[in-house]
């Protein structure tokens, strides 16, 4: 349903009573001293977790405002419109908010993939811990869920990797 | 599978390589500047999103060797055996990490919640967006999505509820 709102006139209640928070009906979110509420995204279709992202307050109004993953990418230090550039946008089909109000839940029809690196979800790998699979210096070895990548993250980004050690 | 391993014997590869980070068979987490990396929950059998949590180094040490979820309490700042007081344990059938290994994914065997306040999942409700549902001052209307709690946490609880404001 098209509504002409603007991002300025939506208003996120104040934090001021945990009862309200936790069992009203107002949106209040708890940005952290970094500004950010962390966002877990899943596949609408299979459930899948797909990624793990932020928002800063701009990020969560211009997603609620154009019904698209908007996320605040913390390497770049800037609104990062998923799928921009890759051209995967996810369109949010629900958004939900937990008891305290600071995370948020993004159900996503998505094309393609979601993870930089080419794979579908960000979660290509697992840790088996049945048993836990040892190297001989006690480290801990990941297993590929995924095999084989959707896309060539080198031909479809110009920007560099915006992963930080 | 019974392996006698202890804490102290697990070792987390160092980060230094962004290649060997995102692409390889070693398990590197990065845990943030408060010393904690997010961890998404979800049910192993219907998919839905129960919590997001923290944990430090130690709290994923004993998850991978207890096949138990153990968090760390940011606001009990302690490390947090999920389940040991209300009784519902998350038991751990699947780990997974993210392309730069700062977020983690874990399915769990759930039985009754993983909601403080009663309900099964923590994200409890949603924000409708389609339309957005505003209040006459422009506040952001929430739905439940959880009519009816699985417990009472009055009951079940005998420490303060944890959520901060």
Same mark, same amino acid.
């Given at each position: $349903? =098209?509504?002409?709102?603007?991002e300025t006139t939506l208003q996120f209640k104040d934090r001021t009573d945990i009862q309200e928070i936790?069992e009203g009906h107002t949106l209040s979110p708890k940005f952290g001293a970094d500004g950010l509420i962390?966002?877990?995204?899943?596949?609408? !279709? +299979?459930?899948?977790?797909? $990624?793990?992202?932020? $928002?800063? *307050?701009?990020? /969560? =109004?211009? !997603?609620?405002? /154009? =019904?698209?993953?908007?996320?605040?990418? *913390?390497?770049?230090?800037?609104?990062?419109h998923k799928g921009k550039e890759s051209g995967f946008i996810q369109k949010v089909k629900e958004i939900?908010?937990?008891?305290?109000?600071?995370?948020?839940?993004? *159900?996503?029809?998505? %094309?393609?993939?979601? #993870?930089?690196?080419?794979?579908? &979800? #960000?979660?290509? *790998? &697992?840790?088996?811990?049945?048993?836990?699979?040892?190297?001989?210096?006690?480290?801990?070895? /990941?297993?590929?869920?995924? %095999?084989?990548?959707?896309?060539?993250? %080198? %031909?479809?980004? =110009? +920007?560099?990797?915006?992963?930080?050690?």
């Open positions: $349903m =098209k509504q002409n709102l603007e936790e962390p966002v877990v995204t899943t596949d609408y !279709t +299979t459930g899948e977790v797909l $990624m793990l992202g932020y $928002m800063n *307050r701009a990020a /969560l =109004k211009k !997603t609620l405002l /154009l =019904k698209e993953a908007v996320y605040y990418s *913390r390497s770049r230090k800037t609104l990062w939900r908010i937990d008891d305290d109000q600071d995370s948020l839940w993004l *159900r996503v029809a998505l %094309t393609g993939a979601s #993870c930089h690196v080419g794979y579908r &979800s #960000c979660f290509f *790998r &697992s840790i088996p811990i049945d048993p836990l699979n040892l190297t001989p210096n006690n480290q801990i070895t /990941l297993k590929f869920e995924e %095999t084989e990548k959707v896309f060539d993250p %080198t %031909t479809v980004y =110009k +920007t560099p990797n915006p992963t930080q050690i």
